[in-house]
């Protein structure tokens, strides 16, 4: 059972533009949500977090942004860099424990 | 800081055989996860311990797996007997808190491949 989900496993980004990774979640308990980022042969790494009583949280170039009636978030890199290709993983807090989507690779292209 | 420290890096090994994946948390970190990677279900909770006791073994698939955390700079997860559907990357992660807003810190993981 997949609380979190990710529909799109790959995402393609000409550099500079802006890039969109999706997730979805079941789980209306949920009190924290995370985005992870991962290079190849590396373990995950924390990017960015919202709480559930905010709808948007800004670091630099990106921005998550959470629509609790859709059970939706979002995160938006501007401009997208060739270093950002990598795996995304969203996660969700409920409790002590968190649970991770499949992941999006992103692929920015030069 | 060395961070999460994981070995091996990658495991081959044959159906039925034992596997054993090492790990070494962030010192002062008294929680300890492992999880699984896997194309269809994404990053998996296997198990978590908390100053060295598990606290949460929902996650382990079933009894062939099983882990131990004797003291608290040392992880061990066990397969045994493994089976190709075992084949997954493995990461240890730890963490000052559980559940904390920054989440934790994962290790490289361990490739296994079960042939």
């Known amino acids: 059972d997949q609380q979190v989900k990710q529909n799109s496993p790959s995402l393609s980004v000409q550099e500079g533009r802006i890039s969109i990774l999706n997730c979805d979640y079941t789980?209306?308990?949920?009190?924290?949500f995370l985005w992870y980022k991962k290079y190849p042969a590396e373990g995950p790494t924390f990017l960015i977090s919202i709480s559930s009583i905010k709808d948007k949280n800004e670091d630099g170039r990106f921005t998550v942004f959470l629509n609790k009636s859709a059970k939706h978030l979002s995160l938006h890199i501007v401009p997208s860099q060739p270093g950002d290709s990598a795996v995304y993983f969203c996660?969700?807090?409920?409790?002590?424990?968190?649970?991770f989507g499949t992941g999006t690779s992103l692929t920015v292209i030069p | 800081d060395a961070g999460v420290i994981q070995s091996p890096r990658h495991e081959v090994t044959e159906m039925g055989q034992e596997v054993t994946l090492r790990c070494k948390p962030i010192s002062g970190h008294d929680y300890l996860f492992w999880y699984r990677q896997t194309m269809m279900r994404g990053l998996e909770l296997l198990i978590y311990?908390?100053?060295?006791?598990?606290?949460?073994d929902s996650g382990m698939p079933e009894d062939r797996f099983s882990a131990k955390m004797p003291n608290a700079s040392f992880s061990t997860l066990k397969i045994q007997p493994s089976e190709p559907r075992d084949s997954a990357v493995y990461f240890c992660?730890?963490?000052?808190?559980?559940?904390?807003?920054?989440?934790?810190?994962f290790g490289s993981g361990t490739r296994l491949t079960v042939v």
């Open positions: 311990f908390n100053n060295n006791v598990p606290i949460d």
């Open positions: 996660a969700g807090k409920t409790g002590n424990q968190f649970y």
């Open positions: 992660a730890s963490s000052a808190e559980a559940g904390g807003r920054r989440g934790y810190t």
């Open positions: 789980n209306s308990m949920f009190d924290y």
